[in-house]
C-alpha cells in the first residue's frame, strides 16, 4: 500500500494524515486500514 510506504519512507505527517483524511472521505480506504496505518504512523513519530 502507498501509504504505507510513504510511512516507511519519512515522507511528513502532515501529508500522509491528508492522504488518510481523504482516503478515508473517498472510501478508497478502509476504515480499519485507516486505523492500522494511523497507529503505524503515530509509532514511526514516537521514535523521532
Not at 500500500?1 to 519512507?9: D, E, F, K, L, V
Not at 483524511?21 to 478502509?30: D, I, K, M, V
Not at 492500522?36 to 504512523?41: E, G, H, R, S, V
Amino acid at each position: 500500500m502507498a501509504i504505507r510506504q510513504c510511512i516507511q519512507a519519512d515522507v511528513p505527517t502532515y501529508l500522509i494524515r491528508q492522504a488518510l483524511e481523504r482516503g478515508g472521505r473517498t472510501s478508497l480506504l478502509r476504515e480499519a486500514d485507516k486505523g492500522d496505518l494511523a497507529k503505524l504512523l503515530e509509532a514511526r513519530d514516537g521514535r523521532h
